[in-house]
């Protein structure tokens, strides 16, 4: 049973152009994501990126230099993107992350996986949680079967929607909640991360970032 890691992204953000590719500490953005990701049990790490960024220069460099694949497909049409990777790379498992999420925690990914393993469901996701830290992961028949309805663009951007609210077997992992944003969408939540991982360091996990979060 092969688990894919596929991390969305694209370099168009209205609100943070280019946020993927910023500096944070000595990696870019998206390279933590990565880093993150595996050193979780997935079997692979594939990036899944928005074709409005295939004329990018930096983005072909930055995925050979992570060391990971990269695949463009629909800026809006993201459930096609990760359909079209899980078939190339026969997946059995897709882990769901974005790439604006810097401290996504590789355990919780895996405890997300082995729950869905364990409990046999079609959708796991660790809920509620604590913005830029959560997690979705799915069956390949789960994303088959969102992927080849009549789907709503909602649906199609968001990937999951469907799935939720229609397949019949699904677990969540119970984790942490605190009203703070650690994905990044604008300068403050940049910022903000990067604060996070000089008082904590590169390779906090989520106990000692909620605890920063409770110290502040």
């Given at each position: 049973?092969?688990?894919?890691?596929?991390?969305?992204?694209?370099?168009?953000?209205?609100?943070?152009?280019?946020?993927?590719?910023?500096?944070?500490?000595?990696?870019?953005?998206?390279?933590?994501?990565?880093?993150?990701?595996?050193?979780?049990?997935?079997?692979?790490?594939?990036?899944?990126?928005?074709?409005?960024?295939?004329?990018?220069?930096?983005?072909?460099?930055?995925?050979?230099?992570?060391?990971?694949?990269?695949?463009?497909?629909?800026?809006?049409?993201?459930?096609?993107?990760?359909?079209?990777?899980?078939?190339?790379?026969?997946?059995?498992?897709?882990v769901r992350v974005t790439g604006d999420c810097p401290l996504i925690d590789w355990q919780t990914i895996n405890a997300?996986?082995?729950?869905?393993?364990?409990?046999?469901?079609?959708?796991c996701a660790n809920e509620p949680y604590i913005d830029g830290l959560g997690m979705e992961c799915f069956t390949m028949d789960a994303l088959r079967q969102a992927h080849e309805g009549d789907r709503t663009p909602y649906e199609r951007e968001?990937?999951?929607?469907?799935?939720?609210?229609?397949?019949?077997?699904?677990?969540?992992?119970?984790?942490?909640?605190?009203?703070?944003?650690?994905?990044?969408?604008?300068?403050?939540?940049?910022?903000?991360?990067?604060?996070?991982?000089?008082?904590?360091?590169?390779?906090?996990?989520?106990?000692?970032?909620?605890?920063?979060?409770?110290?502040?």
């Open positions: 049973m092969k688990t894919v890691c596929i991390i969305q992204a694209r370099m168009g953000s209205k609100r943070l152009p280019g946020k993927v590719l910023m500096p944070l500490g000595d990696r870019p953005v998206l390279q933590h994501v990565v880093d993150r990701c595996k050193r979780s049990s997935a079997d692979e790490v594939v990036l899944a990126i928005s074709s409005d960024s295939m004329g990018h220069p930096h983005m072909q460099e930055f995925a050979k230099r992570a060391g990971v694949s990269i695949y463009y497909g629909p800026e809006n049409d993201v459930l096609s993107r990760y359909y079209q990777v899980a078939r190339l790379f026969s997946a059995d498992t897709v997300v996986a082995a729950l869905r393993r364990d409990e046999h469901a079609d959708y968001h990937v999951t929607p469907w799935m939720r609210a229609n397949m019949p077997r699904q677990a969540a992992l119970f984790d942490y909640e605190r009203p703070v944003n650690l994905s990044i969408d604008t300068p403050e939540d940049l910022e903000r991360v990067r604060q996070v991982m000089t008082d904590l360091g590169t390779d906090c996990r989520t106990p000692e970032i909620v605890e920063w979060i409770d110290r502040r």
